[in-house]
């Protein structure tokens, strides 16, 4: 039997939402276009999603290695042979403006992507979800969450990341041990003209040194160092945790009309005239084609979670061990330099940068979340 969007809901809490929805012109089983269901919506959202997460995770491996500096600046000799002079002139000029001074370019972007998940979440999904009668609690959380991400986000913004300036110089170079291989004692900030103290690194973009510097992040348009460091990485799991919870919405309210429409239990006819079962493929292609907006938010979110859940999982793992992105980029490489300057070195070291400021997880956390208690233990174990 063609497949025939069903009409006749049995409840009288979705009767609304099924008029709605049957108002919306199914195509499955009505002619060629369903037979040839394969290469779909499905397929090609999962072979991009793979696509992100192997190029991810390639680059965030090989970027401690020489590898992807090579690959980079071969790709670029590359290009520089085949675009004209003044496009690549003005390529430089946009790629300085956006990652090398301080800009809004990407918090309006930020902004602007949040708004469009959350106009189309409360457009489409959070109506059709009220009238197949979900809890409003549920419909609410990822507004509660977009809230506590957007104080995060502006915390992380405004919130000096730990400026050294020649009135907290001294007391800043009292706080973390000099390591003699990334952070020599006596070094000095030759733009700032000032003492480096430990694990401090002068930013370009925002020139300046910061105390515990971690990296600038253009997506908050601030360095991020030992005082924001807190919020960033709830900053970070907020925004992961509500882009899963726009996800998990989408998906139920996707799922409930395929179940409430018996749309997995009907058939459809293939090229030969035989009655198939509709699979995942074609369930999937259907909605995308009744409810483009929803499915396409849906690949969206899903996508952002997983990027997001990638760097979150990599924030935390260094908060753990109490290492900054700048120590876990940095640490190897200058280990290996120290190495090979110092004549006679004992072969028995080890290979790798060693840490020697983690002292155990709750210690790690606490001075990420008490930097100023953290600076004080420190003040306080020297005197
Ligand atoms: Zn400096
Ligand atoms: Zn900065």
Redesign the pocket.
């Known amino acids: 039997m063609p497949l025939e969007f069903p009409v006749n809901a049995g409840r009288r809490n979705v009767r609304a939402a099924r008029r709605k929805l049957s108002e919306k012109e199914p195509y499955v089983g009505r002619g060629p276009r369903t037979t040839s269901p394969r290469m779909d919506f499905l397929v090609l959202f999962l072979f991009y999603l793979a696509a992100v997460l192997v190029g991810g995770a390639t680059i965030c491996v090989c970027s401690r290695t020489s590898y992807l500096r090579g690959l980079v600046r071969g790709g670029t000799q590359v290009f520089s042979y085949i675009i004209p002079e003044c496009l690549q002139r003005a390529m430089l000029s946009l790629v300085h403006y956006l990652f090398h001074t301080r800009n809004y370019v990407f918090v309006v972007l930020h902004l602007t992507l949040q708004g469009m998940v959350y106009t189309e979440y409360t457009w489409e999904v959070f109506g059709y979800c009220r009238d197949l009668g979900f809890s409003l609690c549920y419909l609410l959380l990822p507004y509660l969450l977009l809230v506590v991400n957007l104080a995060f986000f502006t915390l992380s913004s405004v919130t000096d990341p730990g400026a050294i300036t020649k009135a907290n110089e001294l007391l800043l170079l009292q706080v973390y041990e000099f390591d003699e291989v990334m952070f020599p004692k006596d070094a000095r900030c030759p733009t700032c003209d000032l003492r480096k103290p430990a694990r401090s690194k002068h930013?370009g973009?925002?020139d300046r040194c910061v105390h515990r510097f971690d990296h600038?992040c253009v997506w908050v348009n601030?360095?991020i160092g030992a005082w924001n460091a807190r919020y960033f990485l709830l900053y970070l799991l907020t925004l992961t945790a509500s882009a899963a919870a726009v996800a998990v919405v989408s998906t139920t309210l996707l799922v409930r009309v395929v179940v409430l429409s018996d749309l997995h239990l009907e058939t459809r006819v293939d090229d030969l005239g035989h009655a198939q079962v509709i699979d995942i493929f074609l369930l999937v292609q259907y909605l995308f084609l009744t409810f483009p907006r929803i499915v396409f938010l849906l690949g969206f979110v899903v996508m952002l979670s997983f990027l997001l859940g990638g760097f979150l999982c990599f924030a935390l793992y260094l908060a753990a061990t109490n290492q900054t992105t700048n120590e876990w980029y940095r640490g190897d490489r200058a280990w290996h330099q120290r190495c090979s300057q110092v004549a006679g070195a004992p072969s028995a070291e080890p290979q790798v940068y060693r840490n020697i400021h983690s002292h155990g997880l709750w210690s790690n956390l606490g001075e990420i979340f008490l930097p100023a208690a953290a600076a004080a233990h420190y003040e306080k174990k020297r005197t």
């Open positions: 930013c973009v925002c600038h601030n360095c």
